[in-house]
């Protein structure tokens, strides 16, 4: 004889939504810390030592793309331009 399953057992209230919401909301933060904390080493480490007295200039409009592109996109390879003086 098959058991009989109770739906509303299953359901869950508004209030417990709300607060698993909030808990995913708080896992996402604390992982994207993470990454930024893994890019920041990263660049630490590699970065750092192989180009001691390098400047990247960025217009204030562009740093979040630059910090976007840089530490939270896939790498592809970019085809870099020396500057013609």
Do not use: H, Q
Not at 50 to 62: L, M, W
Not at 68 to 80: A, G, L, S
């Amino acid at each position: 004889m098959p058991s009989v399953i109770n739906p509303d057992e299953y359901c869950v209230s508004n209030e417990e939504m709300k607060e698993r919401e909030k808990c995913e909301e708080r896992e996402m933060m604390r992982c994207l810390d993470g990454a930024r904390i893994n890019c920041r080493e990263f660049a630490e480490n590699k970065c750092v030592a192989a180009f001691p007295d390098a400047k990247v200039v960025v217009g204030e409009d562009n740093v979040v793309e630059m910090i976007d592109r840089v530490c939270f996109r896939p790498r592809t390879k970019i085809k870099v331009e020396k500057d013609r003086v």
